[in-house]
């Protein structure tokens, strides 16, 4: 560990803190329906859509027709989208004439990138076309990204509002979020990398002459574009294989430095503007403090695992930290920051690789997936499975001072407590049964290249980041089977919209119910206290999914290689 290493960690939480406000303002503007500046230039375009549509942006919908109108939209996107890569080959854009993908390829990755989830069992410069890069796979990323900025003020209704029977409409959140943040944030951001050196051209391939005198063929596309999007709407697929590992997508310490500030940006803001909708920004500021304190702790843990090195070679006389498959222009600092940022959002995208890593630095990337991602999260779907957490949290309070918990307003009785239990559960049990699954069939463990401890915590790691809708993987394990594409394009679905539906009936419960103001017995939720029991639960419920796979994963990795043993 250095000085330059530690002072890279501090500078990126200072910055974050620093545009968490106005970001929050932002979006809070677009959770009210607010007028932005940039409605002068993007009113017309807005209420051009509605007209077209047939959309009435003042109808209110109910949690039950917010949930049925989001899961037709993403039903639709996903065959819309597995069209596009099942006819490929037969479409325009296609300079190098990929053909389409197979069935189970195009159903694992139409899914993926309808969940923002984005797992690759393909290498994207070598199986997409620039047209399925664009119209298929970027459409999705602004589109899913979106969605979960529009569920997560469907939430914040439900806290705000008193005996309403609306959390807002589906749509209108959709259309405000797309036109007024995602899509002029990824239009200046995409200008920025184009100006750091990022392809940006409908060209598909470049041939140039090495240094050796070899003739090279480079594949390009319109990189920078999807570059932006795909970070900061935390969806993290790659243009290209290596994914923010690859000089085209992750050009320089700048590039990677904006890159990790973009999959933090919206998730930090939702805090704030979580704590502008139910009227006490402490509310938000609590939430987040808690979500730092965690991913502080996971990069700590894995910064001073991967400088400290691994033991094997140690005792081969080779000293250092751990640089193995890590880019040299970005050291052992900021790809352990990466790393840690990726997975406690939802993002998935890599600037090294994960398998590469140490047990016990490899270990923390998949806990903050475990947790939930939680921990700032995916746009949207951090703060609202924060906020499910919450609920758990002032359950536990309630019942230490014998009273019906509170949380900002809303009693929290036992059907928030039984939906938001039905939503947290469901990564534990899908993660866990599909291990057991792909570790016990032959198809399953055909994928690992490893074998003992290393091979499962790929198994693991794998449903782990399917069900998380994380997208990162362990690169040793060969998913791009039928076996693995069908059952992790079902861990996917199942990750995103078994969550999904239980948080929105959370959320018409609570928009019927009344205010009830604090009184002296009712329990704190903006202090050091509440943000300590926040970190508590998120770490303990959080565990019933790490600790089954502890002792067969990192833990046993680790104490492999302290005894110098290779699996």
Known sequence: ???????????????????????????????????????????????GFYRLSGIDPAQEQGWRRYAVHMLIFNAVGLMFTYAILRFQGALPLNPLGYAGNSADLAFNTAI????????????????????????????HNFLSAATGIALAFALFRGFARREASGIGNFWADM????????????????????????????????????????????????????????????????????????????????????????????????????????????????????????????VAVTYWQESAGNPILHSLGVAGGNMEGKEVRFGIAASSLFSVITTAASCGAVNAMHDSFT?????????????????????????????????????????????????????????????????IA??????????????????????????????FSEILYAFTSGVGNNGSAFAGLTANTPFYNGLLGVAMWIGRFFIIVPMLAIAGGLAAKKYVPETAGSFPTTGPLWTGLLVGIVLILGGLTFLPGLALGPIADHLAMIRGQLF
């Not at 932002?26 to 807005?46: D, Q, S």
């Not at 797992?119 to 119209?135: I, R």
């Open 112 to 139: 993926s990138f309808t969940t923002n989830t984005n797992w690759q069992s393909y290498s994207g410069e070598a199986a997409m076309s620039p047209l399925s890069q664009m119209l298929a796979l970027t459409l």
């Open 359 to 423: 047990a016990l630095g490899g270990m923390i990337p998949l806990l903050n997936i475990q947790l939930g991602e939680v921990v700032v999260g995916g746009v949207g779907a951090g703060i609202y499975g924060f906020l499910l957490f919450a609920i758990l949290a002032v359950f536990v309070a309630g019942l230490m001072v014998g009273r019906t918990p509170e949380y900002v307003g809303k009693k929290i009785e036992s059907r928030e407590v039984k939906l938001a239990v039905l939503a």
């Open 175 to 298: 259309t405000r979020v797309t036109l007024y943040l995602l899509l002029p944030a990824c239009f200046v951001i995409a200008l920025f990398y184009i100006a750091s050196g990022i392809p940006q051209t409908l060209s598909a391939s470049v041939d140039v002459i090495t240094l050796e005198g070899a003739r090279q063929t480079i594949a390009l596309g319109p990189v920078a574009s999807q570059e932006a999007i795909k970070m900061l709407g935390t969806n993290g697929g790659g243009f290209f294989n290596a994914n923010s590992a690859h000089p085209f997508e992750n050009p320089s310490a700048l590039t990677n430095f904006v890159q990790m500030l973009s999959i933090f940006a919206i998730g930090a803001g939702l805090t704030y503007t979580f704590g502008k909708a139910v009227g006490n920004v402490r509310q938000g500021r609590a939430i987040l403090a808690a979500m730092l304190t965690i991913f502080l702790i996971g």
């Open 426 to 455: 469901v990564l534990p049990l899908v993660i866990l049964g599909f291990t057991a699954i792909a570790a016990v069939l032959p198809a399953g463990l055909a994928g690992p290249l490893n074998k003992g401890p290393h091979g």
């Open 1 to 47: 560990m250095t000085f330059q290493g530690w002072a890279l960690i501090v500078a990126f939480v200072a910055i974050l803190l620093a545009v968490t406000k106005p970001m929050g303002l932002w979006l809070f503007a677009l959770y009210e329906g607010r007028r932005t500046p940039l409605h002068a230039l993007l009113g017309p375009v807005e209420a």
